[in-house]
């Protein structure tokens, strides 16, 4: 009965470094979400997984952000070149389908991300 | 594109009262669903309730209830009878069938003893 779980919870880099957060979805559930938050606003959509594939990226900020889920359960999230811009919560939420609009997001922990 | 508007940064209320927190949204997407989620400090985001565009009643959980009109573009979400613990950040979201949410900046609530 395990909910979405996130590694790490805390990550401290240092500016131009790689980092990657893993986002492991409740059981099942064939879709899988990607939000930034930063402090004191609301989750920012950053991309959509249905099943394996990105069913819509259209939040990356930017080329160096980027996210797999190679067999449709756990997904990864890739920053390259952190900038101290990209220091926030990083939120992954999973439903059990992603295409209705009445499934419910569970939301995992989250990983604070902070770039020195 | 889809907006969600919590026009509330800041909410006060005293304990044992009801309280309402404020969402308009926008979308021309005739299916959708509104949530309303609580984030205490922990920082872990809690379902509270939901509404869909097409449900002719308003959505009720516990002391949680949403006031839904659907002309106005409005999903307002009423606390009944306000605890010390409900003092948290408050949003509101938008679910259409692309898949894609769309969230408030939210509202800080905080309960008065």
């Known amino acids: 009965g395990a909910g979405v779980s996130q590694t790490p919870s805390n990550k401290v880099t240092e500016k131009g470094k790689y980092v990657e957060l893993r986002c492991d979805p409740i059981?099942?559930?064939?879709?899988l979400y990607w939000y930034r938050q930063s402090l004191g606003q609301g989750p920012e959509f950053l991309i959509y997984?249905?099943?394996?594939?990105?069913?819509?990226d259209s939040g990356l900020p930017n080329d160096r952000f980027f996210a797999v889920r190679p067999e449709g359960s756990v997904s990864t999230l890739k920053i390259q070149r952190t900038e101290r811009g990209d220091s926030a919560v990083y939120l992954c939420?999973?439903?059990?389908?992603?295409?209705?609009?009445?499934?419910?997001?569970?939301f995992g922990p989250g990983t604070r991300l902070t770039v020195l | 594109a889809q907006k969600i508007t919590q026009t509330q940064p800041g909410m006060f209320v005293q304990e044992k009262e009801a309280v309402t927190l404020d969402c308009t949204y926008d979308?021309?997407?005739?299916?959708?669903?509104l949530f309303w989620y609580k984030q205490p400090s922990s920082g872990e985001m809690i379902f509270l309730i939901y509404?869909?565009?097409?449900?002719?009643q308003n959505a009720t959980e516990g002391r949680y209830s949403l006031n839904f009109q659907k002309a106005r573009k409005s999903a307002n979400l009423v606390i009944s009878a306000s605890q010390l613990g409900d003092s948290a950040m408050y949003f509101c979201?938008?679910?259409?069938?692309?898949?894609?949410?769309?969230f408030g900046d939210g509202t800080t609530l905080t309960v008065k003893p």
């Open positions: 939420a999973s439903s059990l389908e992603g295409t209705v609009h009445y499934n419910e997001q569970f």
């Open positions: 979201a938008m679910n259409t069938n692309a898949g894609k949410s769309t």
């Open positions: 509404q869909g565009s097409y449900d002719q």
């Open positions: 059981s099942g559930h064939t879709a």
């Open positions: 997984f249905q099943g394996t594939g990105a069913a819509d």
């Open positions: 979308t021309s997407d005739p299916s959708y669903g």
